[in-house]
């Protein structure tokens, strides 16, 4: 798990101070991991450390420091005896506050901080700080010699998503809550959008959305899946002549059969036409929009996760 500067940023803009929960350490059968972080603030909070009790007190701890100008809190909390859960392991809970002063001073890379050790890094601290500089690797989290270190996430990835149909609803509400992407979603009308939207979703209205395109990052995935089959034809050449990150298309094997037809009279090579996936998702899930959705960001969070090791691998 990686600290989300983007999301804590946000939370910041929008509430002033906001207490971050992290598990610093999990012994045991705990409900997350180490590196396992929600935000609260004085009437809401975001993420979760697990559910249930634990979460309870530590919410309503977090909102008293912050109620009292607190800065920081450590408590090791053993699930059965402290809070009877089933669980039988522990959870060292770190609270931090952050506002846009400690915003501005965090690390790119790796933060570490000094929660009740000595002033100066220990030695494993600074030979993690050292390895992440030297190799561009950065550390898992973990809590060790009275130091919490851990990476800040790389930037998510940029996902466009066009159609605000059943099936682009389903989508946001299954990708939104995932900090791996950077969702901008993209139909002809706000009449075409849900009165709520995800935090952290940017809308964008457009008469002609294949004229979007030209804005969407290099890298970016794409999802089409419009009222419109001239449109997604249009969105699908538009993208080709352009070049993109990732592309799919919803759509039987006969529509996606006429459309690559279609793109190579429109001068497009096989090659170029096969980078896009139709259909999208896990067919053998079903044409539920949600099952679509799963099948969807299954798929994302796999392609996602392969590219991060192929990085790694290669240094």
Request: glycine share 10%; proline share 7%.
């Amino acid at each position: 798990m990686s600290l989300d500067r983007e999301t804590l940023a946000r939370a910041v803009a929008a509430h002033g101070r906001v207490a971050r929960l992290l598990v610093a350490r999990a012994e045991g059968s705990t409900p997350r991991e180490t590196g396992a972080a929600m935000l609260v603030w004085a009437d809401g909070q975001s993420g979760t450390i697990g559910g249930g009790a634990l979460e309870f007190e530590a919410a309503r701890s977090a909102r008293a420091l912050l109620a009292g100008g607190g800065a920081q809190s450590l408590s090791r909390i053993p699930l059965g005896p402290a809070m009877g859960q089933c669980c039988g392991g522990a959870v060292t809970l770190l609270t931090e506050v952050f506002d846009a002063r400690a915003l501005a001073v965090l690390p790119d890379a790796v933060f570490a901080r000094n929660v009740n050790g000595p002033v100066r890094p220990p030695l494993p601290v600074q030979r993690l700080i050292r390895a992440a500089r030297s190799t561009g690797q950065p550390p898992a989290a973990q809590f060790t010699g009275g130091w919490m270190v851990e990476p800040l996430a790389e930037p998510a990835l940029p996902l466009w998503i066009y159609g605000a149909g059943h099936v682009g609803r389903a989508l946001i509400a299954t990708l939104a809550p995932l900090p791996d992407f950077a969702i901008t979603w993209v139909d002809t009308a706000a009449t075409r959008f849900p009165d709520d939207i995800a935090e952290g979703v940017t809308r964008l209205i457009a008469a002609n959305p294949a004229e979007t395109v030209a804005y969407a990052p290099p890298d970016a995935h794409h999802l089409i899946l419009t009222f419109s089959h001239a449109l997604d034809l249009e969105l699908c050449h538009r993208l080709l002549s352009r070049g993109f990150g990732g592309a799919g298309l919803i759509g039987s094997a006969t529509k996606w059969a006429r459309f690559r037809t279609r793109l190579a009279r429109l001068g497009h090579s096989e090659a170029q036409i096969s980078r896009i996936q139709c259909p999208i998702g896990r067919p053998e899930l079903g044409k539920h929009p949600q099952a679509i959705a799963v099948g969807v960001a299954a798929a994302l969070l796999a392609r996602d996760k392969t590219q991060h090791a192929a990085k790694d691998a290669t240094g």
